[in-house]
């Protein structure tokens, strides 16, 4: 049973709009949340985390949102770009001392049109 | 220089050889991870090692065995090669964080015949 779900597959967007990339969990027992970045024939990049004890995280063009009650996370790309076109992934860490491993969601493949 | 490096980056085998594919690492760090990726089957944990001493069967380990010679080496061993196999195999490395951000290889591609 996935414990950490991205149910839009794709998205399309138009350059110089917003991507709003969403993701859904099923644990509480998650501290921190992360997002990657992969282009075809490359590896996942990291991108951007966030602290459970948080709302919202920025950097750049990308800002995090989290809403615990709703165990749901998005990620916004503002301005989107062309160059953003990529597979997203949501992962997340749960707090099980120290035996840590991400657990990841299946991807969002975002296409942003010139 | 790339932190996390993987050979060989395309691998074309016929079923029932054995192979490796090897990674490496420079970033210091203690944990490393085999992944496969499938379309429309995200990543998948394979084996993981924490340290020198430790390994771990990931979600989908059977088939696949692997060998920590050092902390900066990490080996993935399929010891005889079934074309379900065929995929993207990725290798990645993380601190002992509380964020346990990963770090990834290029990736190798293995079709088996």
């Known amino acids: 049973d996935q414990q950490v779900k991205q149910n839009s597959p794709s998205l399309s967007v138009q350059e110089g709009r917003i991507s709003i990339l969403n993701c859904d969990y099923t644990?509480?027992?998650?501290?921190?949340f992360l997002w990657y970045k992969k282009y075809p024939a490359e590896g996942p990049t990291f991108l951007i985390s966030?602290?459970?004890i948080k709302d919202k995280n920025e950097d750049g063009r990308f800002t995090v949102f989290l809403n615990k009650s709703a165990k749901h996370l998005s990620l916004h790309i503002v301005p989107s770009q062309p160059g953003d076109s990529a597979v997203y992934f949501c992962?997340?860490?749960?707090?099980?001392?120290?035996?840590?491993?991400?657990?990841w969601g299946l991807g969002t493949s975002l296409a942003v049109n010139p | 220089d790339a932190d996390v490096t993987q050979t060989p980056r395309n691998r074309i085998t016929k079923t029932g050889k054995r192979i490796m594919l090897e990674c490496s690492q420079t970033?210091?760090?203690?944990?490393m991870y085999w992944y496969r990726q499938d379309p429309g089957l995200g990543l998948r944990l394979i084996y993981y090692?924490?340290?020198?001493?430790?390994?771990n069967k990931g979600e989908i380990s059977d088939g696949y065995s692997v060998s920590r010679q050092a902390q900066a080496k990490f080996s993935l061993s399929l010891e005889s090669a079934i074309p379900n196999q065929t995929a993207l195999y990725f290798c990645?490395?993380?601190?002992?964080?509380?964020?346990?951000?990963?770090?990834f290889g290029p990736g190798t591609r293995l079709l088996v015949l």
């Open positions: 990645a490395t993380s601190a002992a964080s509380p964020t346990q951000t990963q770090y």
């Open positions: 970033k210091g760090h203690d944990r």
């Open positions: 090692s924490f340290d020198v001493k430790d390994i």
């Open positions: 644990n509480s027992m998650f501290d921190y």
């Open positions: 966030i602290s459970s």
């Open positions: 992962a997340a860490s749960p707090n099980a001392g120290n035996n840590r491993k991400l657990i």
